[in-house]
């Protein structure tokens, strides 16, 4: 029999810029939220709006501050700002890089799946390169970085990655069920994080698509079996 909490979700929305997004993130019942420090993304905010959007959260919703191939100092002073923030590295990255900016906090590591199937990527040496991560986010590798709501093949995800996973790419309202139902009899702790499925523009972010995202969630939640 499954202990209720093995089967929730945790959920991330990503890339808000409005109050009004965090707020609907807030109400839907996400557990995370994500801002976008990097300048090239048609979803960047500064520190100063990263700040100020995570003021509004309530206990228990966490900010997290997402970053591509930023300097350590840089992310030192963005974590001076926001001091209960998780960090996201989204870039290239190294496990040293990676535990030198995060300076003892906990950090999550994006993988970049390749949309094709034989170009080289291994999940499970990723994993132990990075086993100083918190969790790996298991994005699609595209152009830009992240954030381009396209998804990668989720039956090439190994059965025994020994990492929390947070899967990401392209989900939807209508595929994140179907992601969870593959996911979750194969790893450790599933959580999902999406962006470009829930907004009506670049990082406008639709209320309604957000409450349906996280009603998918919680229904695959009830159906899927336990990884355990
Ligand atoms: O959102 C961006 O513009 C972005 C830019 C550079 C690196 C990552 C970026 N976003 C990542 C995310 O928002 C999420 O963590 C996630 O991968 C979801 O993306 P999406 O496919 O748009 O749902």
């Avoid at 535990?99 to 094709?116: C, F, H, K, S, T």
């Avoid at 170009?119 to 986010?137: E, I, K, N, W, Y």
Wanted: with cysteine.
């Amino acid at each position: 029999m499954t202990a209720p909490s093995q089967r929730r979700t945790r959920i991330k929305i990503c890339g808000l810029t409005r109050e009004q997004d965090v707020d609907a993130a807030v109400q839907a019942g996400a557990d995370a939220v994500g801002f976008v420090l990097w300048e090239r993304s048609p979803r960047h905010v500064s520190l100063a709006r990263a700040a100020e959007l995570a003021r509004r959260l309530p206990p228990f919703v966490a900010p997290t501050l997402l970053f591509v191939n930023a300097p350590a100092s840089d992310v030192v002073a963005a974590c001076e700002r926001i001091p209960q923030a998780w960090l996201q590295f989204h870039g290239d990255e190294t496990p040293e890089q990676c535990v030198v900016a995060a300076a003892g906090r906990p950090y999550l590591r994006a993988a970049r799946i390749p949309l094709e199937a034989g170009q080289g990527f291994d999940l499970l040496t990723f994993a132990s390169r990075f086993s100083s991560a918190q969790g790996l986010v298991l994005d699609a590798h595209v152009e830009g970085y992240g954030g381009a709501g396209k998804a990668f093949d989720w039956s090439r995800i190994p059965t025994n990655v020994d990492a929390h996973l947070v899967l990401s790419g392209g989900l939807t309202p209508a595929n994140v069920g179907d992601g969870i139902a593959q996911l979750r009899p194969r790893c450790r702790t599933l959580a999902v994080d999406v962006s470009s499925g829930v907004e009506s523009a670049k990082g406008i972010k639709d209320a309604g698509k957000i409450h349906r995202f996280v009603a998918a969630v919680r229904a695959a939640d009830e159906l899927a079996p336990s990884q355990s």
